[in-house]
T-cell receptor
């Protein structure tokens, strides 16, 4: 019974394509996040959703759009993929905003060629 | 916004020795300071956290100290074991979920 799951685990695609990464949590948490981890292992928060409301929207390109159909799901859609988008993307969830333990998904390794 | 610095970037210790990782933050509104461990190819996992009303917290071999005046906090691992080898991230956040920022990470290697 996985707490936070992501699909796909690996994603290889060409520049200019549009792709989506799905995330689901079965912990009953109210808040979900998307992080990008680059090749140097820097973890940067991209978005967070609390009860379906976007709370943090960092300075990410508007090619990235989070979509939350319900509080158990937060999907990440990326348009017009670029080489620099290659990274590992982690979804996470927590009981509430920021000051609670965040449970991370297994990550999606995106490679743009 | 918040800026979190972390030192050292890499740390090698002999098994059984102690390891210390230090972080500084810039936003005085930050009051929650978690530490995450990420093993190779795995997801980050919380190992310990501290809030601003506490100066020190211990959990078995790991401890965290916080100096709010100086805006720095540290992770201490005693009696290190090979399974402690991982990348460790500190982070800082405020009560409202704004400015949640991870440090750049420390790669700890425990040599047998």
């Amino acid at each position: 019974d996985t707490a936070v799951s992501q699909t796909p685990k690996y994603l290889v695609t060409q520049m200019g394509n549009d792709k989506s990464i799905k995330c689901e949590q079965n912990l009953g948490h109210d808040t979900m996040y998307w992080y990008k981890q680059d090749s140097k292992k820097f973890l940067k928060i991209m978005f967070s959703y609390n009860n379906k409301e976007l709370i943090i929207n960092e300075t990410v390109p508007n090619r990235f759009s989070p979509k939350s159909p319900d509080k158990a799901h937060l999907n990440l859609h990326i348009n017009s993929l670029e080489l620099g988008d290659s990274a590992v993307y982690f979804c996470a969830s927590s009981l509430g905003l920021a000051v609670y333990e965040q449970y991370f998904g297994p990550g999606t390794r995106l490679t743009v060629t | 916004g918040e800026n979190v610095e972390q030192h050292p970037s890499t740390l090698s210790v002999q098994e059984g020795d102690s390891a210390v990782i230090k972080c500084t933050y810039s936003d005085s509104a930050s009051n929650y300071f978690p530490w995450y461990k990420q093993e190779l190819g795995k997801r980050p996992q919380l190992i310990i956290d501290i809030r601003s009303n506490v100066g020190e917290k211990k959990d078995q071999r790991i401890a965290v100290t916080l100096n709010k005046t100086a805006k720095h906090f540290s992770l201490h691992i005693t009696e290190t074991q090979p399974e402690d080898s991982a990348v460790y991230f500190c982070a800082a956040a405020d009560n409202y979920g704004q400015n949640f920022v991870f440090g750049p990470g420390t790669r700890l290697s425990v040599l047998p």
